[in-house]
């Protein structure tokens, strides 16, 4: 907050040059209207320019025709132009109409507006029970002593023993209206605040792409060069904090048991008398299905890469095929002045040819299979009751979280085995993680795809036997230490 920093931020940071520019209001009022109130991320030139028209007409009824005296589509260039930078224009793979959409500056400049507006309540309780959780989830999370983690848990659980002890003596505590209404506007706020993080979060992707477009344009070298080089920037990007967030934050919104419950408490909080005196914003109810809509834009972002990364390889095996082809030809060429001429000592050295030969007799025979015998049984439906919930309860390894692990480590050093892996990054879901590691390992021919673009190979040791521990809990739920002996399998590049 020096005076330097503030006044290069002045002269060149979006949101203050939109705050101090002297259409700020129509800029600001009409972007809140078009994008952030509904949560469009994507809007056609054609569509946006006749919403702007109509806002430009009401405006000139109101303040005079001297008001705006330019049209809509001027504005809107000049809101995309690079010394605005309030929209980003751009235009979608094969169409020729311009797209636009807000430029994380510009909402961050409305959110600051909207925080302006004087407020009917302010609430502080709300937020700083959510302080002291934050502080308690950080607390337990790192806890590493396993004597203090029981003792917490056991607290909790008498917690919550005597709170369902008074619940069935019929002491109910109820919050108040103004709880009430401190909570769902502290909701209502981080959830706004989310969606304009999404926003910048698909900016920060899209720089990254930029980044390799102009890498792959320029670059000169070998593919595998350039293709180590962008998959470590993007599992640096990956495994950053923003990378890590936003990756659980989708897996937890992925799930459909969670848009059900959120959905079902959105219906409950909104039914409540105190909130619906507050008038909340119609689209609360559907505030997750925003959060995926928006998620679903990051994701398509990053899913560029790929499809760059893609065209780079369809670019360079043209070349080389050409380049093939134009050795082939320079063969030919000299092959026909040579036919004419004299020639003197030796011209081309080819190594003696020999025929590989095989007898009939060391084929095969013909083996006939063996035919099945069905037996002819009436299939009786049964009457027992089972419970099918168990079918849900499966544990399911991700296997390219697994795969991912094991390139990063092949990026810090040539080889790695798999003792040594589990040593930096331990084992979470037990014997079916390692079964997993296994299997990338069998795999590990080059055959799969992500295989072969990471360089994976394995190699496996039978005459060192290495031991495997990790923690696991036996069936009362106590902690364990649990060991498996297995061959040294050896991860290399």
Same mark, same amino acid.
């Given at each position: ?22 259409? $700020? ?57 690079? =010394?605005?930078?309030?929209? @980003? ?46 502080? &308690? ?19 909790? @659980? ?10 069935? /003596? ?17 909701? +209502? ?30 670059? &000169? ?37 969670? +848009? ?24 609360? @109810? ?22 760059? *990364? ?17 050795? !082939? ?6 092959? !026909? ?38 037996? =002819? !049984?009436?299939?009786? /439906? ?11 309860? +499966? ?13 990063? $480590? ?10 040594? %892996? *589990? ?14 590691? %296994?299997?990338?390992?069998h795999a590990g021919d080059g055959s799969d795809a992500l295989d072969a673009l990471g360089g994976l190979r394995a190699l496996v040791d039978e005459a060192v036997e290495e031991p ?9 739920? &106590? /902690?364990?230490?649990?060991?498996? @002996? ?8």
């Amino acid at each position: 907050m020096d005076h330097a920093t503030l006044s290069a931020l002045r002269d060149r940071h979006p949101a203050w040059r939109l705050l101090a520019s002297p259409h $700020a209001p129509l800029v600001a009022s009409f972007l809140h209207r078009v994008f952030v109130a509904p949560n469009v991320r994507v809007m056609s030139e054609a569509d946006l320019a006749e919403a702007l028209e109509d806002e430009l007409y009401a405006l000139r009824e109101q303040l005079g025709p001297e008001a705006y005296p330019k049209g809509a589509q001027d504005y809107l260039n000049d809101w995309a132009a690079p =010394d605005k930078g309030w929209l @980003r224009k751009f235009y979608k793979p094969g169409t020729d109409e311009a797209q636009f959409d807000l430029t994380p500056a510009t909402e961050k400049a409305i959110a600051w507006l909207l925080t302006l507006t004087e407020r009917p309540f302010v609430g502080t309780e709300s937020r700083l029970l959510t302080l002291f959780a934050l502080l &308690e989830q950080i607390s337990a999370g790192t806890e590493a002593d396993p004597i203090k983690r029981v003792a917490d848990l056991r607290k909790k @659980r008498d917690e919550l023993d005597a709170e369902i002890a008074r619940v069935l /003596a019929g002491d109910v505590p109820l919050l108040d209206d103004t709880a009430v209404k401190d909570r769902f506007q502290q909701f +209502q706020q981080l959830a706004r605040e989310l969606l304009a993080d999404f926003r910048e979060v698909e900016h920060n992707f899209r720089l990254l792409d930029r980044k390799v477009r102009e890498k792959i344009a320029l670059w &000169e070298g070998a593919k595998g060069a350039l293709l180590d080089e962008i998959m470590g920037e993007r599992d640096a990007i990956g495994d950053s904090d923003q990378g890590r967030s936003f990756r659980a934050f989708w897996d937890f919104l992925m799930s459909t048991r969670r +848009q059900e419950e959120l959905s079902e408490r959105l219906d409950q909080v909104l039914a409540l008398p105190a909130v619906a005196a507050l008038k909340p914003e119609p689209r609360t @109810r559907r505030v997750h299905h925003d959060w995926l809509e928006a998620g679903e834009h990051t994701q398509r972002t990053v899913a560029q890469l790929s499809q760059q *990364l893609r065209r780079f390889l369809d670019d360079r095996a043209f070349l080389e095929n050409r380049r093939i082809l134009d050795l !082939l030809h320079g063969i030919e060429i000299k092959a !026909l002045a040579l036919r004419g001429a004299t020639l003197s000592g030796m011209v081309m050295h080819i190594d003696a040819m020999g025929a590989d030969v095989e007898l009939p007799l060391e084929r095969p025979l013909f083996t006939p299979s063996v035919t099945p015998r069905l037996a =002819d !049984l009436a299939l009786v /439906a049964g009457e027992d009751d089972i419970d099918t919930a168990r079918l849900f309860d +499966q544990i399911v390894v991700d296997k390219a979280r697994l795969r991912s692990a094991v390139q990063r $480590a092949l990026r810090r050093q040539p080889q790695i085995t798999l003792r040594e %892996l *589990l040593d930096a990054e331990p084992l979470h879901q037990g014997l079916a993680e390692l079964v997993a590691y %296994l299997e990338l390992a069998h795999a590990g021919d080059g055959s799969d795809a992500l295989d072969a673009l990471g360089g994976l190979r394995a190699l496996v040791d039978e005459a060192v036997e290495e031991p495997i521990r990790w923690q696991g809990s036996n069936a009362d739920g &106590e /902690a364990v230490t649990r060991e498996a @002996r297995l061959p040294r399998v050896i991860f290399t590049r």
